[in-house]
């Protein structure tokens, strides 16, 4: 799936790199090399394997929808299509929810900003605390809410590729500090913020298909969906969340 297609959950996150019967793996790199003065001798340190870590399929969902007979022929329009379209968009909600449930639980740093105008400047300290644990700047995304998109957009401090939209899924053209600003309307977001670095959360989707088959009990076609999938938490330092707290101690979205 190119970045239109895909969902943000599977944008942001790391990328299996093999499927071993019920769990997925991921290959950690081990970064330990080292600058030396050179003295004439040169001495090669020993690279270490990349951590192997096992990522069970401990999530399931599913979807089923009987059409009847009765209904298909009464009816001249596709009924199936926009009921499909919508399952596609409740998948992607709930990968987004996990991921951005697990980022907002496992952050490592937070920042805060105590009024509406603090949106850019808190995004910009989000990425000096990224900067601050040695976290790399390439792939590095801020979610927001659609409010908070909104004022980014009106924000003349904001670096945006002018003429391009903001993708179905979120993903946009604008750019904050050198971090792709994404946004989202799913719950798990509401008034925060959350910055991270796609090798943060290790994300597999195993099972994600589509079947249809003639029903047993009536006079109907059933299309049915799986999607079986698990995460997790790989390095907690590349993710920060931040928040507008109002003066009345609530938080408060622009």
Known sequence: KDDKEASIAQLITLKR?????????FHIANHNTELKDYAGVVEADALQEPTAIELFYDKRKYWAKAID???????AADLMLP??????????????????????????A??????????????VNM???????????????VIVSPAMMAKLQKDTRVLAYHG???????????EVDGMIVVKSNNAEIGDNIICIQKDAIALGVQIDKMESYRSQDAFADVVRGLIVYGLAVVRPANIVKGSIIGNEGENAGP
């Open 164 to 174: 391009a939209p903001i993708m179905a899924n979120g993903i946009s053209q604008i």
């Open 69 to 75: 007979d009765v209904v298909k022929v009464q009816m």
């Open 17 to 25: 790199s093999s499927v071993e019967g019920k769990c997925a793996v």
């Open 127 to 141: 990425g000096v605390k990224l900067d601050e644990a040695n976290v790399p700047a390439e792939g590095r995304y």
């Open 83 to 108: 009921e499909v379209n919508a399952i596609g968009h409740q998948i992607k909600k709930e990968l987004e929810t996990a991921v951005f449930k697990a980022a907002k639980a496992e952050a490592e």
């Open 110 to 123: 937070e920042v805060i900003g105590t009024s509406d105008e603090d949106l850019y400047d808190v995004i």
